[in-house]
Every structure is written in C-alpha cells, then in structure tokens.
C-alpha cells in the first residue's frame, strides 16, 4: 500500500513545530526511511525536506539529518539464524556500499545540497562498513539490522547514534 501526505500528518507536523517553537528546542535530529520517502513521494520530496529544514532554521532550530541505514531485500535476523542453522559463516552477510549509495542517490543530494547552511549532516555508514566494501549485516556476531531496515538494539546502540550525538555536541556547541 503506498502511503500518502494527509491532513493528519500535516496537523501533526505542524503541531509537532509549534512545540519545539514554544519549547525553545534546540537541536532537531531528522531521522526517517528517507529511500522508502523519496520513492513514495518523489514530486514533493525535496520541497518538503527543504520547506521543513527552511522552517526549522527560522524558528532558531538546528537541524540534523542522518541518512539511511541500509535497506536489506530480506530479514536479516532471519537470514542470519538461517546460516547458523546451517553451520554457514554469517560474517560477510550485507548490502555492497554501491547499492547502498545508489538506493539512496536523490535523498543524500538533497541533504548534501543542505550542508553548505546550519544543516549537519550524518552517513552512519563509515561506522558499520569501516574499510570493507559491505554494509554488514553482523558485527560481532550480533545482527545490526531488526528487519530489513531498523536498526536492531544493538545495532543503534553499538555503533553509529552515540558518535552522531557526540558530533553533533560539537558542531552545536
């Protein structure tokens, strides 16, 4: 089913800007499925990251945007039991950085447009790839990914969001 802009998520967009306004919030982390946005609404993408990063940076509002996690074409914890299971090696198992990149082509340039203003922007990639050329599925034997695109526990925890909250105190402050 292919989910469409309402009312209700304007209302509730709207209602969520006029308490950070009135809250005096500082610091806006942006974080969503941006892939999965950008394909289900790809006429009004860009305005709206833009009219929304334009509104936030006039109400005094700094603004984070962290790119996607990889998206996995299958379940990855299921993917990963499956191996074991078979007495398979799971160290390996993941999405080349290419087609990461390349499903998220249109998103990063519209955020990569944003960072020349107040705009921080974040690929969490480098903390789960490293070196390698793969986003991996596992590290250290725990799966990063809960699906086939949520970060597990241990992968929001483990790796890449504690160094983005560092980063951005940096920037900010």
Known sequence: MR????????????????????NKIPLVVMVAYWGKSY?????IFEKSVRDTVDQLELAGVQVVIVEDNASFNYMVPHRL??????????????ISLEEHYEYNRIPREVFHS???RNVRVYDPTPYYAGDSNVWPAEIDDMS???DKHHLSEAGAIGESMPQIAIESEKQFH
């Open 81 to 94: 039991a499956r191996l074991a299971w078979l007495g398979q090696e799971t160290t390996g198992v993941g």
């Open 39 to 43: 394909r289900s609404h790809s006429s």
């Open 144 to 146: 990063m990914i809960r």
């Open 3 to 22: 989910r469409h802009i309402t009312n209700r998520s304007i209302e509730r967009n709207q209602a969520a800007y006029e308490f950070l306004v009135r």
């Open 114 to 116: 944003l960072s020349n």
